[in-house]
């Protein structure tokens, strides 16, 4: 049920995206064998709030950065959820996980707490205003009224592209996917990233 649930309203997310699909622009994507930006962000693990710092992440091994549109949508909770159930296991190969949004930081508060999705498992970070995903080249599309989420809440934050980037301890970018592109679904980011770091 909760499957069936989830698959509803990814449906129902992705064909909202696509209607603001052009303010989208991946020209400019950083592609494997790029140096990833590094960053700072104000970010949340289990609701408790830190500076996440991808320089200070990648000195312990691998990082893997995944950009979602927003939390509490179909397809990016089960993305969260997936990453929080297999989080051991990236623990296991030595990587990290963020997850990047334009949410503020009180959403990622209970995002990052809430049992159903990223548990207190891992970190989400906030760009609200699309700073970090730029860098990566991916450009945010504007947040419009009558688009709500999960919660009933109305989603005026912008929406950036679902994009997962594995990135070495060497700070050089191993693997890209995107849903817009490669057209995987959000818990294929998980597992395809997965693949990768223990293969490191």
Known sequence: MLNKY????????????????????QSAMLKK???APVFTAQASLAGNEFDFSLKKALAKGPVVVYFYPSAYTGGCDAEAHTFAELKDKFTAAGATIIGVSADD??????????????AGKFPVASDAGGKIAATYGLT??????GIKDLLGQDLTHGFIPRTTYVIGKDGKIIAVFSSETDHISPTEHVEKSLAIVKGL
């Open 140 to 145: 945010m599309a504007a947040g419009r009224s």
């Open 105 to 118: 930081i009180q959403r990622l508060n209970k995002f990052s707490s809430d049992p159903s999705y990223c």
């Open 6 to 25: 989830y698959r509803l309203s990814f449906l129902i997310f992705s064909f909202l995206l696509l209607v603001t699909r052009s303010g989208f622009a």
């Open 33 to 35: 064998g790029d140096a």
